[in-house]
């Protein structure tokens, strides 16, 4: 179990660690869960926060008994009927032989900015998001909105939270430890704080509701889609709902249909140019990954795709959509 110590006298008060909300009905995942915390100790360095890492992800592997993460795809799509569409829906229903479901709800620390507006996000099998955002047919977690840049960017105003998400009771636990590694950089050295506003993993179609009304949000916008210019400029955005920013559909091939991938800060912002926090894009810029996070903080810097790397996940820099595009925000098991 990992230990708690004593804070520092000038570090945020020591998190709670990463939990599912379901421990009762999921006892194995819980149990796991339980060694997957990490330790918080005086004036950990860098280097010993990393050896920490690497410890936890290993113990887990082997509890879990996986060494290859995408071993958990093909044993997921092995607990469904041949022939049907890929649903979260349907999966998440299902359990796995030792009787846990194979849908959980992960809760995890995070940092966020002062004013960040929680908001609860909406699932379901749809076609479209509008229909999703209209209906809200079934809460699935939340996610935080933050309206202006200079927010997004003043880490020193950023505040400890908690965000929920569904995913794959069998991945659940390493989820926790990256997304834990990820909050307590930003606990020892407030520099390398990333605002995680949206976690994406269980899912098919999802959106926040579309009752919010009108809004207006900053985003930067760039001079061009696929330069290496770093020249972003800030756009003032005004949509209908936030729906319009929050939302989404996964293909049926997705590892999200079964809680098996991770979209990081995951938004949309019409009406910008390769902008958006961690785009579907082929911009050269977005190989430069720090330089990106330095303009928005939103964005993710190179230090949490490595972290993942090293946890066994496939990430975005490894891997490309037709056309030569790459999905910016999505690290997942892979899929062979």
């Known amino acids: 179990m990992a230990a708690e110590v004593a804070r520092r006298p000038d570090a945020p008060a020591l998190p709670f660690h990463p939990q599912i909300l379901e421990a009762s009905k999921a006892p194995q995942t819980a149990k796991i869960l339980r060694w997957a915390g990490l330790t918080y100790a005086p004036h950990m360095s860098a280097r010993e926060r990393e050896i920490d890492f690497f410890q936890r992800v290993a113990q887990v592997k082997r509890l879990l008994g996986e060494s290859r993460l995408v071993a958990l795809r093909h044993e997921t ?19 796995w032989p030792g009787g846990d479901p194979v849908g ?33 047919p079934r809460p699935s977690g939340y996610v935080w909105f933050v309206r202006t840049m200079r927010e997004v960017n003043n880490k020193a105003d950023y505040r400890p939270e908690k965000i929920q998400f569904e995913v794959n009771s069998r991945f659940a636990p390493l989820a926790a430890v990256l997304l834990e590694y990820i909050f307590r950089e930003g ?32 985003c930067l916008t760039f001079p061009d889609k696929e330069g290496a210019s770093m020249a972003a400029t800030v ?33 949309n ?32 810097p190179m230090w949490v795709y490595q ?16 056309g030569y595009e790459t999905d910016w925000e999505h690290i997942d098991v892979g899929t062979k």
């Open 235 to 267: 756009a003032i955005c005004n949509y209908s709902s936030l729906a319009e920013i929050y939302h989404g559909r996964h293909a049926p091939a997705s590892n999200h249909r079964l809680g098996l991938g991770m979209d990081l800060n995951d938004s």
């Open 269 to 300: 912002y019409p009406g910008v140019v390769d902008g958006v926090p961690n785009p579907i894009s082929r911009a050269i810029r977005q190989y430069n990954r720090d330089g990106m996070h330095k303009l928005d903080a939103r964005q993710m």
């Open 77 to 95: 799509l092995n607990l469904l009927p041949p022939g049907r569409e890929v649903s979260w829906e349907v999966v998440r229903g299902l359990r």
């Open 307 to 322: 972290a993942a790397s090293w946890m066994g996940c496939r990430i975005p820099q490894s891997w490309t959509y037709y």
């Open 187 to 218: 606990w020892y050295d407030p520099s390398r704080r990333v605002p995680l506003l949206s976690v994406r993993m269980g899912e098919d179609t999802y959106a926040v509701s579309a009752a919010s009304g009108p809004v207006t949000a900053e």
């Open 104 to 136: 959980v709800t992960l809760e995890v620390p995070v940092w966020v900015p002062a004013r960040a507006q929680r908001l609860k996000t909406f699932c379901g099998f749809e076609k479209k998001w509008q229909t999703v955002a209209l209906a809200c």
